[in-house]
């Protein structure tokens, strides 16, 4: 008995030291909370430059927004354009070594999207690079939050990440509003 006794003390002291060195769980930040006011369905009218990435033209669409978990944005886009209906999924997220936000979307386009985020007052910019016939092509998206319930949206590319071409342009409006 004693044995028995000695055993379940050293093993209930063991899990109680175990758990006392066990991190806390972690919680959604501020960084979450900025990507949180994406969540909802969303109205986008927007004007297409012509350019070698297709005709230009009018766009509109619906985009609906949750966040997964707490700490991840996961939206969902329908629309139409000038080379026809268009369907896309996006995720973003915050890296929280790098410091910085993170997306990734896969569309009824042939190539994926991933860019790097920073949101500073009220504006969001997000950059990356394609390929486009063994050439880099720099990206930029820029949004501004108006309200709560407007934005503005920008999307520009660059040869060399200098000069800037704008070749989207529009807004996007929380639905109910």
């Avoid at 960084?31 to 766009?59: C, R, Y």
């Avoid at 997220?93 to 042939?110: E, I, L």
Wanted: aromatic letters at 10%.
């Amino acid at each position: 008995m004693r044995k028995w006794f000695a055993t379940c003390t050293v093993a209930a002291l063991w899990t109680c030291a175990v758990a006392a060195q066990a991190p806390t769980a972690m919680k959604p930040g501020p960084e979450q909370e900025n990507l949180a006011h994406f969540a909802g369905s969303w109205k986008i009218e927007a004007t297409m430059e012509p350019s070698p990435m297709g005709p230009g033209g009018k766009i509109t669409g619906t985009e609906k927004c949750a966040m997964f978990e707490g700490w991840h944005l996961v939206c969902d886009t329908t629309g139409n354009g000038p080379m026809g209906p268009m369907k896309g999924h996006a995720v973003m997220s915050y890296d929280r070594s790098a410091k910085q936000y993170r997306y990734f979307s896969v569309s009824t386009m042939p190539d994926a999207e991933i860019a790097t985020g920073t949101y500073s007052g009220d504006t969001w910019t997000w950059a990356g690079t394609m390929d486009m016939g063994g050439q880099t092509i720099h990206s930029r998206f820029t949004l501004v939050e108006k309200s709560p319930t407007v934005h503005s949206v920008k999307w520009e590319m660059s040869m060399d990440g200098t000069s800037w071409k704008q070749m989207m342009s529009g807004s996007s409006t929380k639905a109910g509003s």
